[in-house]
């Protein structure tokens, strides 16, 4: 749809400046503390499916299947809380092969309701809260770099020189399939496209998805350690930098092993995993 041609770019450009935020941080080893760092606070993001779970959502929607629920809806859910679950698992399996410390996620969950570490995670929440109150257009622009598409993602993809790079890689391409191929997140499936009907509509879109994004690119810094200065973060969102597209995210998951695989690899490697980009 033409309307959402400037939406869909802008997009692509933030989305390409969170993986050059990834790919910079791999570009030099760095101090395990910033990897478990940079970690906790993903593992953190990942989360959300065990608290809604734990909390009875899903109880509750088994309960009205057939009902005011339909049985592919409820596969629908069951299918996004076992990707973010396993979004959780590999990248908790990583934080505790690298670091040796056992992970809870409760703990975590406790953490980040007023840890400075998840200072950021509650900023786009706030903002994302905020003017999904104004309208649903409003509320689905929030949404629709929501998860950045697996921008991050796409930064570690081809990631090597130890088991935690390689794994890191493999986990990268894992996620990327999971927003890709079914999620609501990307491409004509996003409830905006039903939503941008006027030029205005789009404008309006247009900014929520720009503010958003740029709290989400200095989110993004912050959790891996500023390895982009002020002013490329500045010239990111002034959009100087090349988009990457929809297609460019589907090719670099392609050959991406399963989560049983990936686990016999996480199992093998020796622990504390190697990382040739971490600094003991
Ligand atoms: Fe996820």
């Known amino acids: 749809m033409a309307l959402m041609t400037a939406i869909e770019d802008a997009t692509a450009r933030f989305r390409a400046g969170e993986a050059e935020i ?8 760095r101090p395990l503390e910033q990897h478990a760092f940079m970690l906790r606070i993903q593992v953190a993001r990942e989360i959300r499916n065990l608290v809604e779970i734990s909390r009875g959502e899903l109880t ?4 009205r299947v057939d009902a005011d629920m339909t049985r592919d809806e409820i596969v629908a859910e069951l299918r996004e809380h076992y990707y973010e679950t396993r979004h959780y698992a590999m990248l908790g399996n990583l934080l505790e092969g690298i670091t040796g410390e056992h992970l809870d996620w409760k703990v975590l969950a406790q953490e980040r309701e007023t840890a400075d570490w ?57 996620i990327l399939h999971d927003e890709m191929a079914h999620g609501e997140v990307l491409g004509g499936r996003n409830p905006l496209y039903a939503l941008v ?48 597209g929809l297609d460019a995210l589907e090719a670099a998951y392609a050959g991406a092993i399963d989560d049983e695989e990936w686990l016999d690899r996480y199992r093998a490697a020796p622990k504390p995993l190697a990382g040739a980009t971490v600094l003991r």
């Open 22 to 29: 990834a790919s910079a941080f791999f570009s030099q080893p």
């Open 60 to 63: 509750e929607q088994v309960d």
């Open 118 to 174: 998840a200072a950021a995670g509650r900023r786009e929440g706030k903002l994302k809260r905020e003017r999904a109150a104004i309208s649903p257009l409003h509320a689905a622009a929030a949404q629709f770099n929501s998860g950045g598409g697996g921008s991050v993602a796409f930064g570690m993809i081809g990631l090597a020189g130890g088991a935690y790079e390689e794994l890191l890689a493999e986990t990268a391409k894992i």
């Open 197 to 244: 009907t006027s030029e205005e509509d789009a404008q309006a879109a247009l900014e929520v998805v720009r503010d958003y994004s740029a709290l989400r690119l200095e989110g993004r810094n912050f959790q891996f350690g500023y390895p982009l200065s002020g002013e490329r973060v500045e010239a990111i969102v002034g959009g100087d930098i090349e988009p990457i």
